[in-house]
Structure formats: C-alpha cells, structure tokens
C-alpha cells in the first residue's frame, strides 16, 4: 500500500510538472517557432518515453526500451531545469506586473521576447544536461586513511574498496559496469564493500543483460560484500539478494563476518524494510553483541541516519551511501538540510563516518554539482607504511 501510494504521488506530481512546462512552452512557441501538432507530439513522446520504457522492458526488453528508457531519464534532468526556469521566469512576470523592471525590449513586443526566451531556456538546460551526462562518465578515485590504533595492527594495513549506489539496469549497464570492474581490479584490494543499491529497480533487466557475469570478475582477496539499499526492495529483495550471491557478493543482511581474522564487518539491511511488508531490522546492538571488541568493525548502512546512536556503539568505521550528494544543483542543498552528513567524511566521538556520492545515478544519467566516485579506504595500524594510491 505504501508502495502504491508513492507511486501515486510521484506520478502524479509528475503529471502536474509537465503540464505546467507544456503550457508555457505552448504559449511561448507556438507558432513562433515551431507547428502545435510538432509541438505536442515531441512533448508527449518525451514525457511519456520513461513511463513507456519501463513497462515495455518488463515484458519485451530490447533496442525499443532501451531508447525510451535512456530518452526518458534524459528528459526528467532536462524537465527539471525547464521547470525551475519557468517557474523563476513566471516569479520574475509577477514582480513586474507589481513593480515593472523590464526593458522597453521586452514589453515592446511581449510575444517575440517570450520565443526568444523559450528558444534560450532549451539550449540552456540542454548543454547543462549534456555536461551533467559527461560528469557521470568521469568517476573520481577518493582516498579514506582510517588509523586503527590496536596493538593487533602494529604494522598491518588493508585496502578496502567502497563503492555505493551503482543501480545496475538499462541506464547503467554493461560498459558503465565493465568500466568499474577494470577499476576495481585495477587496484588489487583486500576488501570490495558495496554499499546499496546495487541495482536500480527490477532485477529481471539485470538478469536479462547477463551482468552477473560481469560482477563475478570482481577480484578481492578477502571478498566481496554487499547490503541491501531501498532499490534492492523495489523488485523484490530475496530474488535480488539471491542473483547478487550468484554473481560474488556475500550479502550481509544484518549480519556480522570477521575478516582474515583482524575486523569484524557489519552489513545492516535497509532501513526501508518495513515500507516493503518486512520485519523490523536487528538493533545495532544486538548485531555488536559478542563480538570481539579488540578488533576494530566497520559497520556498512546505506542510508546515513540516527548517526549518533550508531557512533554511541563504538564502531572504529560507518560507510554508507544513499544521498548521491543531491546528484543535481539545487537539489544538493536539500541534501544538506536533510543529513548530518550529505557526502564525505565526519568524526562522531571515535567513529569515523564516511557517506560515498555513489557511482552511478537514480533516474537521470546526469551529475551537476558532485561526482560519482569509488572509495579506496585504508586501515592502517601503528608504524604502518602507506600503499600507492591505486590508479
């Protein structure tokens, strides 16, 4: 029901943003710049090709779907600036009516000055979109040094690998996946840990693409681990936590594992469970319970919250994942407001969180503001030498 009800409210306010954007769009193009039968087909073909896409890959993944898909998730960036600058530009309408600014240029003939905006806008949010595109094709390499200072570490170091939100799918598929893989491997960790959202929806497309066989090339003397995220729920957590076993990935679904004898690693199943119809997650405590304190534990928790109770408990590192750092301008800064920490690093008492921007994108392929990264974490204990960054 809950599932429901979101989707309602998403499609819904979706519906409400595209026609707002028609309706100016109409006004201010049509027929300026452009015939009302090309203006209304191009509209409806691009706000609709996501929905479609979606659907269609359900029952007849293909070449079709691929493209609506890709054409669809393009258009919610693009459709995102065109509605913040119509809005701006309405705002800017309404202040003049009270308190008229605008040059004699613009009142002087009302219509022409509205196509010339309209034409701007486009090529405006068109660039900023393809540029956005481009940055997501630019992952950056983040280096975390995390002291251990336990006499069971003198000397000892290990390297782990964090990579978040890589949602696995249509938009990111097998050349995007590939691309991250020769990193990983490229840098020849101890640890790979991913950190949620693992896939982006429906794991039938994943499956379907045969991208496990890409994940099973993944190289980490210690394994691979992963937890669930709340897109992992979407289609279906155990057949999605199944497929990911299949392919490498030991998922740790509030579960602790020691690893070579010298950390505990703490996977905690998303917070998001209970909107899916399943029980409560294990307590943190109860997940800490027993074990052996002298060691230090890095506990892995896609979304960033109640931070403090988790630094209260003791853990030496806290990875997650989740807020994609907002992924566009402005919505970063709702980001911001929202958790303590959006992005990177912060010392809580003796816990060192760090939130990962991710490595792939939700909805859009489009990154402005941040980019998409793949953490090298490395735990070094006393009078430890420091490895080469890997390339």
């Not at 499609?11 to 090309?38: E, K, T």
């Not at 499956?207 to 994940?215: A, P, S, T, V």
């Not at 027993?290 to 890095?298: A, E, F, K, N």
């Not at 792939?360 to 009078?383: A, K």
């Amino acid at each position: 029901m809950n599932f429901a009800v979101f989707f309602t409210v998403a499609l819904s306010l979706y519906a409400a943003v595209n026609a707002y954007i028609f309706v100016r769009g109409w006004r201010a193009l049509v027929p300026a710049v452009v015939s009302r039968p090309s203006f209304t087909a191009a509209f409806l073909f691009l706000s609709l090709s996501y929905v479609a896409g979606r659907f269609l890959e359900k029952v007849a993944l293909g070449m079709v779907s691929d493209f609506l898909v890709w054409t669809g998730s393009l258009w919610l960036a693009l459709m995102f600036y065109l509605f913040l600058a119509v809005v701006a530009i309405d705002l800017a309408r309404l202040a003049n009516r009270l308190f008229p600014f605008f040059p004699r240029a613009i009142t002087a003939d009302p219509a022409r000055a509205a196509a010339v905006t309209a034409v701007g806008v486009c090529v405006a949010g068109t660039l900023i979109v393809l540029g956005g595109f481009i940055n997501t094709l630019l992952p950056r390499t983040t280096e975390l040094v995390v002291p251990i200072d336990r006499p069971s570490w003198k000397g000892r170091t290990m390297t782990a690998l964090l990579v978040s939100d890589v949602h696995l799918g249509t938009v990111i598929g097998r050349m995007r996946l590939s691309a991250l893989v020769e990193r990983i491997n490229a840098c020849a960790p101890d640890l790979v840990l991913l950190a949620g959202d693992i896939l982006d929806e429906d794991v039938g497309t994943v499956m379907r693409k045969d991208l496990g066989e890409i994940l099973k090339n993944v190289r980490a003397r210690h394994g691979i681990y992963g937890i669930t995220g709340n897109h992992e729920f979407i289609g279906g957590v155990e057949r999605t936590a199944r497929f990911l076993q299949d392919s490498g990935i030991v998922m740790l679904r509030d579960w602790a594992v020691k690893i070579d004898g010298a950390l505990y690693l703490v996977g905690r199943e998303d917070r998001s469970v209970t909107r899916f119809g399943g029980p409560e997650r294990a307590p943190l405590d109860r997940l800490l319970a027993g074990l052996d304190r002298s060691l230090p534990v890095i506990v892995m928790d896609h979304q960033p919250y109640d931070l403090k109770h988790a630094a209260a408990r003791g853990a030496d590192l806290h990875l997650s994942g989740h807020t994609h750092a907002g992924q566009v301008w402005p919505a970063s800064c709702i980001v911001r407001a929202m958790y303590e920490v959006p992005s990177g690093a912060k010392r809580i008492g003796a816990t060192l969180f760090y939130v990962s921007t991710g490595y792939g994108s939700w909805g859009p392929p489009v990154r402005i503001g941040n980019r998409p990264e793949i953490v090298v974490v490395r735990l070094t204990g006393p009078g430890a030498g420091q490895k080469p960054v890997c390339p």
